[in-house]
């Protein structure tokens, strides 16, 4: 390896020792007395870290040559030493100068300390999956290693430094003299570690995970040094060359995780435009793609993107959209073929990305069209998950609306007294939980000319729909006579606490409910625009009373009775509570509603003998 080293330097020595962030020291535990399986995967992570480091250089460098100036011929050198029990991974990448070393060998912060710890499970192979993932596989070294020692030179600068530990608790940092620009990992091997001294064993691992790297690693062994990957980009290269397991190396490389890629799409695109794309989905839970497309990774090669613009610039380019609408395209072509050739597996995706993937219906317009069949929900009449085509072909007769009802929790929202007509009459209710169900289906408004229409809104038009054991639509009971007076007290009582009182087609089993009229805000968005802070004022709903409820038949009956208007307006500030309650509301006068519940109580039981 061809490197440039800095000046001597007189300077007196500056030696430090700190000790590690306590996320570290555990996670340092765990790497050397857990992780007993796979412990290879160390060198993938040294070499993949020292890939990265190239990389940063490369991109630097166009905008400030200088940088990589006396050596930009990239690359990755491995030196085992069998004599001194040292493995040596080096590059000529960007290196890291002294609070770089203590910031990124010494805390996990950059890498989510807390998301870190908080996935940890005690379970060793579990856990060992999380050291890439979370960008600490630096630390994967003391697997093999009782003691590591990194020299590094940042580009630009001129002074080199040292860092060493013994991954038990604390490591020293120093300047180093003449030290190559980049970083230098010397692993001191473990007795019972040789094997990774070996210099057939080195290839066998390089080949096995980091053969897609797009730079040479060499293997130096004593005078002699030897490419030993193939060093050209993955996604240049033909399907036919590809194996699975190259696929699954390069998608833990790019993805920085260890699950198996569920779909890769790889693919050359030619003519006006000219570009090799690799992209995979994850099985579990970017720039050339859109947002609600984020859960793809991989990699976009184009010679048509010019380099030397400014990020800002790139993000206008229209060369770049052409290309993010051909692979968006391509994607949601993929996903729907996978929706319909392995639905189970297409379910399994949608529980961990069907959220991030509906935000395309409210933010990309172009592609509804294409997104809206692929999308899945849960309802109230079948078990698992169905499109938006399984809920038309069900649709009642007299059915004319898609209906929804959107909530934070599932099994509260099945347990909503808004849907018990709906239930009583066999119309299917797609339960919404996810934030951005709020803003697409207002965006849309209609799928296949059926408009989307709330549960919880005032007209469910729910008498012109025919219930499965009957042919023809219900007639309806008839009201208790004195139900309008009853209607009118409450009006009256509760005044402008409601929009409006009024009797129900949409309950049976509950005696009252809350509504949203017509043109108002849901009730559901109303709570989530004032969580943000977005609303300040709060919209008027309508109380639905249930005719044949018992309660409500014996209150409508007392209608007219000697003091009977007086207790009749405490029932309807008590069903108001009872109502707001049930939609999880914050009582506006806690303690009046406790004064009215405690004195109906009181005259509920006999009188004291």
């Given amino acids: 390896m061809t490197l440039d080293t800095a000046p001597e330097t007189t300077a007196e020595p500056r030696a430090e020792t700190r000790s590690f962030q306590a996320e570290v020291s555990r996670l340092l535990d765990i790497v050397a007395h857990s992780l007993y399986s796979e412990k290879e995967i160390f060198l993938r992570e040294l070499i993949s870290n020292a890939s990265d480091a190239c990389d940063r250089l490369r991109y630097a460098a166009l905008t400030e040559p200088s940088l990589a100036e006396g050596d930009a011929s990239y690359r990755v050198v491995v030196t085992p030493v069998k004599s001194s029990r040292t493995l040596t991974v080096a590059d000529n990448g960007i290196g890291m100068n002294h609070d770089e070393l203590v910031e990124n060998l010494g805390t996990i912060a950059r890498s989510g300390t807390a998301a870190f710890v908080s996935e940890l499970t005690g379970d060793a192979k579990k856990d060992m999956s999380l050291i890439g993932q979370f960008g600490v596989g630096f630390y994967s070294a003391f697997m093999v290693a009782d003691k590591v020692e990194v020299l590094s030179r940042k580009a630009g600068e001129a002074e080199g430094w040292r860092w060493t530990s013994d991954g038990k608790g604390s490591f020293t940092i120093e300047p180093a003299a003449n030290v190559p620009r980049g970083l230098r990992i010397m692993l001191h091997i473990r007795e019972g570690d040789e094997e990774y001294l070996d210099p057939q064993r080195i ?85 050339l793609v859109p947002p609600y497309l984020r859960f793809v990774k991989g990699i976009v090669d184009s010679e048509d993107l010019p380099l030397n613009i400014s990020r800002e610039m790139l993000q206008s380019n229209p060369t770049l959209a052409r290309i993010r609408q051909q692979l968006t395209r391509r994607v949601l072509s993929e996903l729907s073929k996978k929706a319909s050739e392995a639905p189970d597996e297409y379910a399994t995706f949608w529980d961990n990305f069907g959220a991030v993937l509906k935000e395309g219906l409210y933010e990309d317009r172009e592609q509804r069209d294409q997104i809206l069949p692929l999308a899945r929900f849960r309802s109230t009449t079948r078990d698992g998950l169905i499109s938006l085509d399984d809920y038309i072909a069900a649709m009642r007769p007299g059915q004319e609306a898609i209906y929804t009802i959107t909530g934070d929790n599932l099994d509260l929202l099945i347990k909503s007294p808004q849907i018990e007509g709906f239930r009583a009459r066999g119309v299917e209710v797609l339960l919404l939980t996810d934030p951005i169900d709020e803003f697409w289906v207002t965006a849309i408004g209609a799928y296949t000319e059926k408009p989307f229409k709330s549960a919880t809104r005032g007209g469910a038009d729910l008498d012109k729909i025919t219930s499965p054991d009957e042919k023809e639509k219900p ?60 609303l300040d004022t709060t919209a008027k709903r309508i109380l639905e009373v249930n005719p044949q409820h018992p309660l409500i038949v014996r209150l409508a009956a007392s209608v007219g009775e000697s003091g009977a208007s007086e207790q009749l307006s405490e029932f309807a500030w008590l069903l108001l509570d009872q109502a707001r309650i049930i939609e999880r509301e914050q009582l506006p006068d806690p303690p009046a509603f406790a004064r009215r519940l405690a004195s109906l109580l009181q005259r509920g039981l006999p009188a004291a003998a």
């Fill in 475 to 534: 007639a309806k009971p008839e009201p208790p006579a004195k139900l309008a007076s009853l209607i009118a007290i409450f009006k009256l009582a509760l005044g402008d606490a409601v929009k409006d009182v009024r009797s129900s087609e949409r309950l049976t089993d509950s005696a009252v409910c809350l509504v949203a009229d017509e043109g108002d805000v849901d009730m559901h968005l109303e709570r989530l625009l004032k969580q943000h802070r977005q």
């Fill in 203 to 287: 290839r066998q691992i390089v080949k096995r995970y980091s053969d897609h790297i797009a730079l040479p690693i060499v293997l130096a062994d004593g005078n002699k040094e030897e490419t030993i990957n193939v060093a050209s980009a993955l996604w240049t290269r033909p399907r036919s060359e590809i194996t699975p397991e190259q696929y699954k190396e390069f998608y833990h490389h790019v993805a920085h995780s260890f699950d198996e890629p569920w779909l890769t799409l790889h693919g050359k695109a030619e003519g006006v435009l000219e570009y090799s794309f690799l992209l995979f989905v994850p099985a579990e839970g970017t720039e």
